[in-house]
């Protein structure tokens, strides 16, 4: 790796609907002083609508499409302004194998947000916009379709605690540069 790659690093949280991507990727970024990036929101910005909006009127097929575009933007972007980001995956985007090539040629860190499905249940259940959890069954198949996919990651850490303490858990990890306080 030159120079050049080592200006800036990307670490993306991924995980099942409910483990905290966006609140731990808000915290973490607070707490290394880098930018947070939250997939989902930049979706929701460049559509206009809301993702169930988006599911309900175009489909998934359009959704993903639109996650992979912003995926490529948001990445593209951190290496042309060389700027160090956490970026809050969606639950599903680590599932597209395309989005799984695009992340690992760019060299981003993934963590994955490890969560037990009963844990996630109750989180999810108090959760009413997403368009993916419709009851336990379905909520069960999908987790465990998507565990491949978030067993790809380079770390994992334990998310059925309270966020502050899965910050503290990446920053163990030692990916990040020491923050002098």
């Given at each position: 790796m030159g120079i050049e790659t080592r200006s800036h690093k990307l670490v993306c949280l991924i995980g099942f609907m409910g483990s905290g991507k966006s609140t731990v990727a808000r915290l973490l970024a607070r707490q290394v002083g880098w930018?947070?990036?939250d997939l989902d929101k930049c979706i929701i910005e460049t559509a206009g609508?809301?993702?169930p909006e988006i599911?309900?009127?175009?489909?998934e097929p359009e959704f993903r499409r639109?996650?992979?575009e912003e995926l490529a933007r948001i990445v593209g972007e951190?290496?042309?302004q060389q700027k160090s980001r956490i970026v809050s995956l969606g639950g599903g985007t680590t599932a597209q194998p395309q989005n799984v090539a695009l992340l690992r040629q760019s060299n981003i860190v993934l963590?994955?947000?490890?969560?037990p499905l009963p844990d996630l249940l109750k989180r999810a259940a108090q959760i009413t916009d997403r368009p993916?959890?419709?009851d336990e069954a379905s909520f069960r198949k999908l987790y465990e379709e998507r565990l491949p996919s978030y067993e790809l990651a380079d770390h994992q850490v334990k998310a059925n605690t309270e966020p502050l303490?899965?910050?503290?858990q990446i920053l163990a990890l030692g990916i990040f540069p020491k923050v002098t306080v």
């Open positions: 930018q947070h990036v609508q809301t993702i599911f309900a009127k175009l489909g639109m996650e992979q951190a290496a042309e963590i994955w947000l490890h969560c993916l959890f419709r303490r899965v910050v503290e």
